[in-house]
């Protein structure tokens, strides 16, 4: 008996923004699923738009494995995890160990399939797509809490935006952040 997809279907338990009060929760499966379609199209401006050849499936793919380890290690809030080198460098090693046990809990035969998506490499165009649209995600959950009027989401909202803009120099990006992402501060009446 294997028990890897057991452990990804409590992707919807875990909680993010766990140090914030949301006035609408959000789990890593509806997070991993919303970085997922904003990778996608990213790569799918890059390839359409932007002149390049980049597999969109795969971004998409990794996209929604991103935060597999956290089934096991839980969410730990980015004020935390950050907070300095030392513990930024112990969580990357607990991570690791997290994602390892994971795929120990695959058959032989399907690890070769899933390690490169449960233990991303971080040095390539891939992966840099997923980041961004991580950040978006992130940056969009703070814009929908902000309209709601849940000012508890102004400083990561700040913080945020300029973790997006450091992924502008990436044509994809900003065409996607200049052609959809205010869209996500309207109400439901103004997107009509």
């Not at 949301?22 to 799918?44: F, L, M």
């Not at 165009?125 to 809490?145: G, M, P, Q």
């Amino acid at each position: 008996m294997y028990n890897f997809f057991a452990y990804m279907a409590r992707m919807k338990l875990i909680r993010r923004w766990s140090l914030m009060k949301s006035v609408t929760d959000e789990n890593i499966a509806e997070h991993s699923a919303q970085v997922a379609q904003i990778a996608h199209a990213i790569a799918v401006i890059a390839n359409r738009i932007c002149g390049k050849d980049v597999n969109a499936d795969r971004i998409t793919t990794l996209a929604l494995y991103h935060e597999s380890s956290e089934v096991i290690t839980g969410d730990l809030p980015t004020p935390i995890k950050y907070y300095n080198p030392r513990i930024r460098e112990a969580y990357k090693d607990i991570e690791g160990v997290a994602n390892h046990k994971l795929l120990s809990m695959l058959p032989e035969e399907l690890k070769d399939a899933y390690t490169p998506l449960v233990d991303q490499p971080s040095d390539c165009y891939e992966h840099t797509v997923v980041k961004a649209a991580d950040k978006l995600s992130a940056y969009i959950k703070c814009v929908e809490e902000l309209r709601s009027g849940n000012r508890e989401f102004a400083k990561a909202e700040s913080a945020l935006k300029k973790e997006v803009e450091a992924y502008l120099y990436l044509p994809e990006v900003k065409y996607f952040c200049d052609t959809f992402l205010d869209s996500f501060s309207k109400t439901l009446d103004e997107l009509e």
